[in-house]
C-alpha cells in the first residue's frame, strides 16, 4: 500500500482522476463527503436508534447520532495528529500531491461519522433478531432456494455491510448512493470480507464480514482503486484503525460516562478506574471544585479520551509500516499500555449497563417487534412475487417507501431489501409500525 493511492479522491461514476492540488481549499471532497453524510436521511434516522439504553427518557442517554458525532471528532483528531507524522515521515505528498494534515482528519471523520449508518434499531440485538430471523425462525425455509453466500449473509446480517450498502447503493436519481471518495468508503470498512469463506482468525480484520452480495461490484472497485488487495487477499485500510479506534474509545469511556449519570454504576468507580488515564493530565483542586457529579464525570471523560487518543496516534506511526504491508493484525487499543483498565470499564459497563434489566426487557421486545416485522413483509412480497397477492399483501406494500421498491427482484435481493428496509428504522418507527400492523395503534 502507498498513501497516494490509500487518498484517492475518486468517486462512483468518475471517469478521470482527480487531482488533489485542483482541490478547491474552502470546501475539499473528503469534507464533501462528510455533509453529503450528516445530511442524508438515514444519518437522521441515528437520532432515535439505541446505543445503550433502548428507547431511554433520558437526556443523559446517548442515541447512535450523537456517538456517531462524538466519533467523528475523535476521529477527526486521530486523523489530524496521524496525518501531521505521515506528512513528515512522506514529504512528498505533500509537496508533490498537495495533501494536508486536515486531509487525514476529514476521511477518518467522515468514515466515523458513517460507520453506524447501517445499523438496524435497538442496537445490536436489532442485528441478532434479523440473523435469527433467517437462521433458527421462519427465515430458515430460504435456505434452500439461495446460494450458501447469500444465506450466510441473512444468517449473520450485519450493520457494517448494510452501512456499505447505504453509501453506495444506486437508485433512481441517487445513481452511486452518497457518491462519497473512495478513500472515505475505504477507511469505513472495518471487515474487508465476504459472510464466506467463515475463517475465524485472531486477526481483528476477521471478526465479522464487512460486504453484502449485492454490492461486491462496487466494493472490489474501491479495493482495486485503493491498493488494497495484497496477495490476491483484500486489506484493511490504514485509516480505518483509526476509525475503529475512534469508536472503541467512546463507547468505551462514554458509555461508562452514561451508566455513571444513570445511575447503573456507582460514581466512585469513576476515579478509581479512569486514574491510569487521567494521572498525569488532572488538576485536582479543579476536580474537588466541581460540585456537580455530572461535571466532575465529564471532566474525567474528557481528560481520559486525550490520553488515549495521543496513545493510539503513537501506536499507529510505530506500526505504520506494518499496518501498509498488511501485516497488523489487532486493533489500536490492544496494544495501549492502558488495555487492562480498557478491559476493566469494558466489563463494568456490560453487567452493569448492558446487561441491566430495562435494556433486556427492551431488547427482548425489539426481538419480537423485528421478526413480526420481517414476517409480515417477505411474506407479503413473496406472495405479489408468486402472484398470489392478498388484499392483506398489498395493503402491506403500501406501506413500503417507493425507494424500496423490491418488485421484479430476485429472492436475496428481496429478503435483503426487507431487511434493509428495517434496518433504516428508528426504535419509535420500528413501535409504531409494529403497533399500527398489529392493530393496536390508531
Known amino acids: 500500500m502507498n498513501w497516494e493511492q490509500l487518498l484517492s479522491l475518486k468517486r462512483q461514476g468518475d471517469t478521470t482522476k482527480r487531482i488533489r492540488k485542483e482541490e478547491d481549499e474552502t470546501r475539499l471532497g473528503f469534507e464533501v463527503d462528510y455533509d453529503r453524510i450528516i445530511f442524508s436521511s438515514e444519518f437522521r434516522s441515528l437520532q432515535d436508534k439505541t446505543q445503550v ?45 498537495g495533501y494536508q494534515a486536515n486531509d487525514f482528519g476529514a476521511i477518518v471523520a467522515s468514515a466515523s461519522l458513517a460507520h453506524d449508518i447501517g445499523n438496524p434499531p435497538f442496537g445490536h440485538s436489532g442485528e441478532k433478531s434479523i440473523g435469527q430471523y433467517f437462521k433458527k425462525g421462519n427465515g430458515i425455509e430460504f435456505a434452500q432456494d439461495l446460494s450458501k453466500k447469500e444465506y450466510q449473509d441473512l444468517c449473520d446480517y450485519e450493520g457494517n455491510a448494510n452501512g456499505f450498502k447505504i453509501l453506495t447503493q444506486s437508485r433512481t436519481g441517487r445513481e452511486g448512493g452518497l457518491r462519497l471518495s473512495y478513500a472515505t468508503l475505504g477507511a469505513f470498512i472495518k471487515y474487508p470480507k465476504e459472510s464466506l469463506p467463515f475463517k475465524p482468525t485472531n486477526n481483528v480484520c476477521d471478526k465479522k464480514f464487512g460486504i453484502f452480495q449485492s454490492e461486491l461490484q462496487i466494493f472490489n472497485e474501491v479495493f482495486t482503486e485503493l491498493g488494497l488487495i495484497i496477495n490476491k487477499a483484500k486489506v484493511r485500510h490504514p485509516l480505518a484503525y483509526l476509525v475503529e479506534a475512534a469508536d472503541d474509545i467512546c463507547y468505551t469511556i462514554i458509555d461508562f460516562e452514561d451508566g455513571i449519570n444513570l445511575g447503573l454504576i456507582e460514581e466512585e468507580f469513576a476515579l478509581e478506574y479512569l486514574i491510569n488515564l487521567v494521572r498525569d493530565s488532572i488538576n485536582t483542586s479543579k476536580y474537588n471544585s466541581l460540585t456537580n457529579k455530572q461535571d466532575r464525570v465529564s471532566y474525567l471523560r474528557a481528560l481520559a479520551i486525550n490520553t488515549l487518543i495521543n496513545e493510539v496516534v503513537d501506536i499507529f506511526i510505530t506500526n505504520e509500516e506494518e499496518i501498509l504491508l498488511g501485516n497488523f493484525t489487532s486493533a489500536l487499543l490492544d496494544k495501549s499500555k492502558f488495555s487492562a483498565q480498557i478491559n476493566d470499564i469494558i466489563k463494568l459497563s456490560v453487567s452493569n449497563i448492558y446487561q441491566s434489566r430495562d435494556v433486556v426487557e427492551k431488547e427482548i421486545a425489539g426481538y419480537n417487534i423485528i421478526n413480526k416485522l420481517l414476517d409480515i413483509f417477505i411474506t407479503s412480497l413473496n406472495n405479489n412475487e408468486n402472484g398470489n397477492s392478498s388484499s392483506y399483501d398489498k395493503l402491506i406494500l403500501e406501506l413500503l417507501p417507493k425507494k424500496f421498491n423490491l418488485s421484479g427482484s430476485n429472492l436475496y435481493n428481496r429478503l435483503l431489501g426487507v431487511c434493509h428496509y428495517i434496518s433504516s428504522m428508528s426504535d419509535t418507527q420500528a413501535v409504531i409500525t409494529y403497533k399500527k400492523i398489529s392493530g393496536n395503534h390508531f
Do not use: C, M, W
Open 53 to 97: 439504553i433502548p428507547l431511554s427518557d433520558s437526556d443523559f442517554v446517548h442515541t447512535r447520532l450523537t456517538h456517531s458525532l462524538e466519533v467523528s471528532v475523535v476521529g477527526r483528531s486521530l486523523g489530524r495528529k496521524v496525518g501531521t507524522k505521515i506528512l513528515t515521515k512522506y514529504p512528498h505528498l505533500q509537496a508533490t500531491h
